[in-house]
């Protein structure tokens, strides 16, 4: 199975400043068909997971251009440009690309400092 | 609009069984494969189990085969997941999804003497 892991655990940023999170896969995330089924999830406080990216760097229906992602083969991030209150909660990062199974980095908590 | 809305869960005793249930609305649930992902309390997601559009392809993660069963009637669309042996590991908020991209509020099961 594919291991992924996040850095930071925690990130604490002022208001309107930027964060990143790192993802980095135990094997490449490149399909045989040419995508690359890395996705990065936001869960807020007490809520379920939300989608905010698909394929890398695709953001979902919805979600604010302050998030982008980028990356390739076995390494992506997640940047927030200027960090809004709404954004604290835990991101974790998602591959489909071997799949069964599906599997999730860790976690990686944004909080206010 | 998706939506997607678990119920059935509960508290049970070692050894005990439950049914999930999660219906849906908003898209052409008989199109797209779903997921079961669960969450135990402070921790992150874990990948549990995944059917497609005509329950065809079945998947389980290695910590429920042979005591849960996933399955879908596209006629009620609706998805369920059969959770027999349960264990205390096993407890944590289970969520339906929509392949990736579309996550319902989860609901909690329990597993305790």
């Known amino acids: 199975d594919i291991v992924m892991t996040q850095t930071p655990l925690s990130s604490p940023v002022t208001l309107g400043q930027p964060a990143s999170i790192s993802c980095r896969s135990s094997?490449?995330?490149?399909?045989?068909?040419?995508?690359?089924?890395l996705s990065w999830l936001q869960q807020r406080p007490g809520q379920p997971p939300r989608l905010l990216i698909y394929?890398?760097?695709n953001r979902f229906s919805g979600v604010p251009d302050r998030f982008s992602g980028s990356g390739a083969g076995t390494d992506f991030t997640l940047k927030i440009s200027r960090v809004e209150a709404e954004d604290v909660g835990v991101y974790y990062c998602?591959?489909?690309?071997?799949?069964?199974?599906?599997?999730f980095g860790g976690g990686t908590k944004v909080e206010i400092k | 609009e998706v939506q997607l809305v678990e119920s059935g869960g509960g508290l049970v005793k070692p050894g005990g069984s439950l049914r999930l249930s999660c219906a849906a609305s908003?898209?052409?649930?008989?199109?797209?494969?779903m997921n079961w992902v669960r969450q135990a309390p402070g921790k992150g997601l874990e990948w549990v189990s995944s059917?497609?559009?005509?329950?065809?392809?079945?998947y389980y993660a290695d910590s429920v085969k042979g005591r849960f069963t996933i399955s879908r009637d596209n006629a009620k669309n609706s998805l369920y997941l059969q959770m027999n042996s349960l264990r205390a590991e096993d407890t944590a908020v289970y969520y339906c999804?929509?392949?990736?991209?579309?996550w319902g509020q989860g609901t909690l099961v329990t597993v305790s003497s």
């Open positions: 059917i497609s559009s005509s329950s065809s392809y079945i």
């Open positions: 999804a929509r392949e990736g991209d579309s």
């Open positions: 394929k890398i760097s």
């Open positions: 094997q490449s995330l490149v399909h045989s068909d040419g995508n690359t089924y």
């Open positions: 998602m591959q489909a690309t071997q799949f069964p199974p599906l599997t």
């Open positions: 908003g898209f052409t649930f008989s199109s797209y494969s």
